[in-house]
């Protein structure tokens, strides 16, 4: 995809609004370039995306389909999706549905889906099957015997590492997983947990990754990444773009279980890969349905990357949502974002801890990361400029994703008990 291209002046009414009044509390949205920005007195604010393309219909797709393969999988199921009349009563909208992702395949997220995919396609590749081949679990897991077996290695800052560490374990290979050294001890020991050695690295998750790309190729490990950089090799971001691919299965479910497109889908964002797998596979059955993505104050690349119309990065910044806390977004995904996402919204923390105890006063169980698209879809619901600029009303249907169980039980507690 080449150089974005800037919107028509005056082809249709502007997405963006603004006096940018209330900037000062986020001046890392306050001068990002000749964009306004919608503010609000809250806390959260939309980023439009002018270079949305309104014939988008998703990348093209491979011949086999994920879900194909997951099915395959010893335990697999559908996960739930969990109305919230309450929820949507509160927000004005007709409904709000949840998909929740907090056990998915014995694991406390959805990460399982992409990891898994993209090692079916590296094995079969390896193997020299045909791009149309199917390789059921259990065969895989001899392929991946047959091969050395291999290690897998990969960076994290929790759930990707913990879903290549169980993957591994299954599959009777090796697995090293770097993490920044400064993940909870829980995300830590989970991974172990699988028979995965962990690594710490001082620094960032930007960090974090580099050292596993680097481990990786100077121990003739497999890289199993789910970012990369405009640096990486056809390798690498074939497993990347892989990785997104799995994550469209978690989609697929979804609107089979909801009979009929969203009208808007607001979905968390820490380097992109499920929000680019939520666009291509919404565009695929809707033109008019809208994509929002949601990220933590300060880990919000995607929004400055609209802002700028090219792919920018932002420091570190400690949030709740530690599973979002990325400082910019996967190559391979910006492509499909810029072209497939209508808008990306910023939340605190605050918000976050809120949308986890309205989840759990339903029964759901969520960590911060996990309720980000929840806390997106309250606060947008809840401001009338916000409502207008997203074309909500009292019609809309509303979907968001858990993503995440508790996989920070300390973390959990402390919020529910905030």
Same mark, same amino acid.
């Given at each position: 995809?080449?150089?974005?291209?800037?919107?028509?002046?005056?082809?249709?009414?502007?997405?963006?609004?603004?006096?940018?009044?209330?900037?000062?509390?986020?001046?890392?949205?306050?001068?990002? +370039?000749?964009?306004?920005?919608?503010?609000?007195?809250?806390?959260?604010?939309?980023?439009?995306?002018?270079?949305?393309?309104?014939?988008?219909?998703?990348?093209?797709?491979?011949?086999?389909?994920?879900?194909?393969?997951?099915?395959?999988?010893?335990?697999?199921?559908?996960?739930?999706?969990?109305?919230?009349?309450?929820?949507?009563?509160?927000?004005?909208v007709a409904g709000i549905a949840v998909k929740n992702e907090q056990d998915r395949l014995g694991l406390p997220s959805?990460?399982?889906? &992409?990891?898994?995919?993209?090692?079916?396609?590296?094995?079969?590749?390896?193997?020299?099957?045909?791009?149309?081949?199917?390789? =059921?679990?259990?065969?895989?897991?001899?392929m991946a015997r047959g091969l050395g077996p291999p290690t897998l290695c990969t960076a994290s800052d929790g759930n990707h590492g913990r879903a290549v560490a169980a993957l591994a374990e299954a599959l009777g290979c090796g697995c090293v997983v770097v993490l920044p050294a400064d993940s909870a001890a829980s995300r830590i020991d989970s991974i172990k947990g699988h028979g995965a050695i962990v690594e710490l690295v001082d620094g960032s998750y930007d960090d974090a990754v580099a050292a596993a790309r680097a481990a990786a190729h100077a121990r003739g490990h497999w890289y199993c990444p789910d970012t990369v950089g405009a640096e990486a090799a056809d390798e690498e971001r074939t497993f990347a773009s892989d990785v997104m691919a799995g994550y469209g299965t978690l989609f697929e479910e979804f609107f089979d279980q909801i009979f009929r497109p969203p009208d808007l889908l607001f979905v968390q964002a820490g380097v992109g890969g499920l929000s680019a797998a939520a666009a291509s596979s919404l565009r695929r059955i809707s033109a008019t349905a809208r994509v929002v993505v949601v990220e933590p104050e300060g880990s919000n690349a995607i929004a400055l990357s609209f802002a700028s119309g090219a792919p920018v990065s932002v420091p570190d910044t400690p949030t709740v949502m530690a599973c979002l806390r990325c400082q910019s977004a996967s190559f391979v995904a910006w492509p499909i974002l810029l072209a497939g996402?209508?808008? =990306?919204?910023?939340?605190?923390?605050?918000?976050?801890? =809120?949308?986890?105890?309205?989840?759990?006063?339903?029964?759901?169980?969520?960590?911060?990361?996990?309720?980000?698209?929840? =806390?997106?879809?309250?606060?947008? +619901?809840?401001?009338?400029?916000?409502?207008?600029?997203?074309?909500?009303?009292?019609?809309?249907?509303?979907?968001?994703?858990?993503?995440?169980?508790?996989?920070?039980?300390?973390?959990?507690?402390?919020?529910?008990? &905030?």
């Open positions: 995809m080449g150089p974005p291209r800037r919107a028509a002046r005056g082809s249709e009414p502007p997405l963006i609004v603004s006096s940018c009044a209330h900037l000062t509390r986020f001046p890392f949205l306050a001068a990002t +370039s000749e964009h306004e920005v919608v503010s609000t007195p809250g806390h959260a604010r939309l980023v439009p995306n002018p270079w949305r393309e309104r014939g988008y219909g998703g990348p093209p797709r491979g011949p086999t389909r994920p879900i194909s393969f997951h099915r395959t999988m010893p335990g697999y199921a559908p996960t739930p999706v969990v109305a919230m009349p309450g929820l949507a009563r509160t927000g004005q959805f990460k399982l889906l &992409g990891s898994s995919w993209a090692l079916h396609e590296r094995v079969k590749a390896a193997a020299g099957l045909s791009p149309d081949a199917l390789i =059921a679990f259990p065969d895989l897991s001899r996402i209508d808008a =990306a919204m910023v939340v605190t923390d605050e918000e976050a801890a =809120a949308a986890v105890r309205e989840l759990a006063r339903r029964g759901v169980i969520a960590g911060a990361s996990g309720a980000a698209g929840l =806390a997106g879809a309250l606060v947008a +619901s809840a401001d009338g400029m916000l409502r207008a600029r997203l074309g909500i009303t009292a019609d809309s249907q509303v979907a968001v994703v858990n993503t995440e169980g508790a996989t920070d039980p300390a973390s959990y507690a402390a919020i529910l008990a &905030g």
